[in-house]
């Protein structure tokens, strides 16, 4: 069982920052890739990033590639989002998950994940 609580949401102007955390309950974080997605007002939730477990490789949705970064601290039991150069349409509500080995090597399908956090409200204004 994992537990996920993310923080670091907020409002932002275009062309700023902002770094979310996912902080993760249990002692086997490492062995868990974990993924961000966002969810907008009437859109579907959609895949971020991700992370895989028991290495730093990761894999981005084409909207936010050298824009975003994914990382994860496994001696802290958390992984980071940090967004840079926000726009507008990144404005949405930021969920992290975690997924067990297995199954495709890049995890960017919802149903792949079994733990989700709370979610965080991101806000870009233009």
């Known amino acids: 069982q994992v537990q996920l609580v993310e923080s670091g949401g907020g409002l932002v102007q275009a062309g700023g920052s902002l770094r979310l955390s996912c902080a993760a309950s249990?002692?086997?974080?490492?062995?868990?890739?974990m993924g961000w997605f966002r969810q907008a007002p009437g859109k579907e939730r959609e895949f971020v990033a991700v992370?895989?477990?028991?290495?730093?490789?990761?894999y981005y949705a084409d909207s936010v590639k050298g824009r975003f970064t994914i990382s994860r601290d496994n001696a802290k039991n958390t992984v980071y989002l940090q967004m840079n150069s926000l726009k507008p349409e990144d404005t949405a509500v930021y969920y992290c998950?975690?997924?067990?080995?297995?199954?495709?090597?890049?995890?960017?399908?919802?149903?792949?994940?079994?733990?989700w956090g709370q979610g965080t409200q991101v806000t870009v204004s233009s």
């Open positions: 998950a975690a997924t067990g080995a297995g199954g495709s090597y890049y995890k960017t399908q919802a149903y792949e994940y079994a733990y």
């Open positions: 249990g002692r086997t974080f490492s062995s868990y890739g």
């Open positions: 992370i895989r477990w028991g290495t730093t490789s990761t």
